[in-house]
């Protein structure tokens, strides 16, 4: 109703003018409704507005539902896809010209010097009237089955255990690190429950006292040399089934406590060994992509102060040793006796930490209690669900060669420092002691085999960029609606006319306010687009691998 034709009808009937005219609010509001569905991108909308026809406007209804509907679902499929976290592993090979040098464990095959520990043991299987007899040149297969319950003892009434064992001084002959000598002051010791006293190479210091050797350090290319004696006439019989001669050692990084138990590598005495490494580290995402932890518990880290000055960090398999510890004095009030360097345990509940009892080996309760706790999933969460992977580790692809036995030459340099170790010499040295260099010498050379590190990188499979693209691909894909559509429908309670979005609207808009809401939307929007195509093109560009 025009103005005019309001005014005509106000003559005639005593009416107001005002009265006839239609609520300009709700006319502003019409129109405004009307006109963004005529002319926004978003489809269907458009369908609706312009039908002539009840059944025109009813399929164009329904069509929208049904795919706004659909829209809603790959959406949320997507939300939850990305709130699942899924990750995927990505492989890189850098070279790197110097890195730092692994460390290097090693230990005497033959844990106890027999020569040291007969006596006290002859001394304790007489008190237990098991024998009566003041030999000490020999040991029978009766007598052996006993060595663990003297050495329990020695243990539970913390009495020491190292003057029975092979010290360094005992096995070293010569060290050389890039064709420079390196000492005993170079070494740090552990105690392993399999092989007695072993050292470590190159391992990372608490204090800072030495540093890590590099592997360019000196000019060469990371060549640790090392010749031992293992003593074989000293070792102790029936101590293990079989009979061999040598050493165990192991290449692991320098903040990892050395597993050599497990890992160790066993190599015979009487020949040269080449060990080639290369370098390989593995990096987790933290939660709430995994559950990797590099957080040290009170009982690993005092596991760890028993080992001097050495730094190391998390392990998964000493945390799963150590709550296996727990759980099974919890059930016996002892320990595992065959792991007794895990014995370090805190009572639950309690900041506490202290040094466990170790179980008698006849007893069958914490053989019990372990593989209980192992069956049932209640107790492994409640006492091993800290035990998660390290977020940071490190591990070397190991290749092994060998050659041939001591030469006389170099048996006759050796021979001398042989003498001089205060380990007392075989009955028959005299006559015979080439034949036992050649048996017991051993030597090992651990070399940098390649530059090339191999790290194994796990990365988000589904980023914050990659859900808002899913989310604009599909609302795009099924009723083409984007951002500046939204803001076109908030926009148009306060403007009249606009068909673009974005810089056109900002160009029709007089009123300020509102101008420069256009311009702030039409910016972070680019703003958006920019950032979310140069992630993508810079994730192209570095050329990602994945496993």
């Known amino acids: 109703m ?9 003559t005639v009937f005593p009416i107001s003018a005002d009265a006839l005219k239609p609520d300009p609010k709700f006319h502003r509001r019409r129109s405004i409704v009307r006109e963004f569905s005529l ?3 978003t489809h269907g909308i458009p369908g609706i507005a312009r039908s002539e026809s009840i059944h025109n406007r009813i399929f164009w209804t329904i069509s929208t539902i049904i795919f706004t509907g659909i829209m809603i679902y790959f959406i949320t499929q997507s939300i939850i896809a990305y709130f699942q976290y899924p990750t995927q592993t990505s492989v890189s090979f850098v070279v790197e010209r110097t890195q ?16 040291k520990f007969i006596g006290p043991f002859i001394n304790y299987t007489n008190s237990r009237n098991v024998t009566n007899t003041n030999d000490t040149s020999t040991i029978t297969f009766a007598q052996s089955q006993y060595i663990r319950d003297f050495l329990q003892i020695l243990f539970n009434s913390g009495q020491s255990v190292t003057q029975y064992l092979f010290t360094l001084d005992n096995m070293l002959l010569t060290c050389i690190y890039n064709e420079g000598p390196c000492s005993k002051s170079d070494f740090s010791s552990f105690i392993s429950p399999v092989y007695g006293y072993c050292y470590t190479f190159n391992a990372k210091s608490r204090s800072g006292n030495q540093t890590i050797r590099q592997t360019t350090q000196g000019g060469s290319n990371g060549i640790f040399r090392l010749r031992l004696y293992a003593h074989s006439n000293q070792y102790v019989p029936f101590i293990s089934e079989d009979v061999s001669v040598g050493f165990v050692i192991m290449v692991h990084d320098n903040d990892q406590l050395p597993l050599i138990d497990i890992e160790g ?5 009487g020949g040269r060994h080449k060990l080639s490494y ?3 580290t593995n990096q987790l995402l933290p939660a709430p992509y995994s559950k990797c932890t590099d957080k040290i518990s009170l009982p690993m880290q005092a596991l760890f102060d028993r080992y001097g000055d050495a730094d190391y960090s998390y392990s998964q398999t ?9 759980f099974i004095y919890h059930e016996c009030n002892c320990v595992h006796p065959e792991k007794f ?8 509940g309690t900041n506490q930490v202290f040094q466990a009892p170790l179980c008698n080996i006849s007893d069958p309760c914490y053989s019990a209690a372990a593989d209980r706790l192992v069956n049932t999933d209640s107790l492994w969460n409640q006492y091993c669900s800290d035990c998660s992977e390290a977020c940071t580790s490190s591990d070397f692809t190991i290749t092994p060669s060998s050659a041939s036995t001591l030469s006389d030459e ?3 340099i050796y021979k001398p420092a042989v003498e001089n170790m205060g380990v007392p010499l075989p009955a028959d040295w005299a006559t015979s002691w080439m034949s036992w260099m050649r048996n017991d010498y051993i030597s090992v050379d651990i070399v940098t085999q390649s530059n090339l590190v191999e790290t194994y990188t796990q990365d988000p499979a589904i980023g914050p960029v990659d859900l808002i693209s899913n989310i604009g691909g599909n609302t795009g894909l099924w009723i083409g609606i984007s951002f500046l559509s939204l803001m076109e429908l908030i926009i148009r309670e306060f403007i009249l006319v606009t068909t673009t979005h974005g810089l056109l609207s900002i160009a029709l808009i007089q009123n300020l306010p509102n101008r420069i809401l256009w311009m702030i939307s039409t910016i972070a929007s680019f703003g958006i687009l920019i950032y979310s195509v140069t992630q993508a093109v810079r994730s192209y560009l570095s050329f990602p691998t994945q496993s």
Request: charged share 15%; aromatic share 12%.
């Open 2 to 10: 025009t103005d005019s034709t309001v005014r005509n009808i106000a």
């Open 39 to 41: 002319n926004t991108s």
């Open 100 to 115: 730092p040098f692994p460390a290097v464990s090693f230990c005497n095959y033959g844990p106890i010097r027999f020569d």
């Open 265 to 269: 590598i066993q190599l015979a005495s």
């Open 278 to 280: 290369k370098r390989r």
């Open 318 to 326: 000493i945390c799963y040793s150590i709550c296996t510890q727990t």
């Open 341 to 348: 360097t895990t014995r370090t345990i805190m009572q639950p």
């Open 410 to 412: 170099y048996a006759y």
